[in-house]
């Protein structure tokens, strides 16, 4: 099956600084990616949506200047938690959809943020 | 809004028994519908979606679920679980068309016991 990868697995950064966290689809184009946030014991909160070649959309209540978010390429998305603050910490999470086959996701196994 | 709700927060069984997660949605329109899986230390994976037709959906790894439209409901089941089953299950609705966008319900912690 189509494959997602997340760079790095876990980070931990100082707070007030800015950490990149990628997504790359490997065997597959996706022209849109989604990003969740997962909290301990919690569902997963969708962020928002990743487009390549224009800006990414934002779901209710999410910061964009907090958390911008670059499609560079069809293969590629990222999420910069800028100036992180401790509550910033938390499971970050990439999903792609197969181009063509929206409703299906394949989801990468999430990045580790902790923020001190 | 939409929302989903699976009421059994942390299931612990033993080997051989049988399985029913629940899971309802609010959501009076035309939903797709998930379960997803996370194995310790793994990423989330497909068991199972249902789109359209027959209600009740077959996936991988002996799992099945029933759509039921007028309870809203989409229960997971498996008749004899293992312990390689322990995982955590979340399922999660989608409006068709609409990019694919995933609304999740809060899981459930499933334990197996040898």
């Known amino acids: 099956g189509a494959v997602v990868s997340q760079h790095p697995s876990r980070v931990i950064c100082k707070s007030g600084t800015s950490v990149k966290i990628e997504c790359r689809s490997l065997?597959?184009?996706?022209?849109?990616m989604f990003w969740y946030r997962q909290f301990p014991k919690k569902s997963l909160m969708l962020m928002a949506t990743?487009?390549?070649?224009?800006?990414?959309?934002?779901e209710q209540g999410v910061e964009k200047d907090k958390f911008l978010i670059n499609h560079a390429s069809l293969t590629l998305s990222t999420l910069t938690v800028t100036s992180a603050h401790p509550e910033d910490s938390s499971f970050y999470i990439c999903s792609a959809p197969v181009t063509g086959n929206q409703e299906t996701q394949y989801f990468g196994p999430g990045t580790r943020l902790l923020v001190l | 809004a939409q929302s989903v709700s699976q009421h059994n927060h942390h299931v612990i069984l033993s080997e051989a028994a049988s399985l029913e997660l629940g899971c309802n949605y609010s959501y009076g329109g035309t939903v797709n519908l998930f379960w997803y899986v996370q194995y310790p230390g793994q990423h989330l994976q497909l068991l199972l979606k249902?789109?359209?037709?027959?209600?009740l959906v077959k996936g991988i790894k002996g799992f099945e679920a029933e759509f039921i439209k007028s309870k809203f409901s989409f229960n997971l089941r498996k008749p004899s679980v293992q312990w390689s089953d322990t995982a955590e299950y979340f399922c999660?609705?989608?409006?068709?068309?609409?990019?694919?966008?995933?609304?999740f319900g809060q899981g459930t912690t499933l334990q197996v016991k040898p």
């Open positions: 990743s487009n390549e070649g224009s800006k990414a959309t934002y």
């Open positions: 065997d597959f184009q996706a022209t849109t």
């Open positions: 249902y789109f359209s037709g027959d209600p």
């Open positions: 999660a609705v989608s409006r068709p068309g609409n990019t694919g966008k995933l609304i």
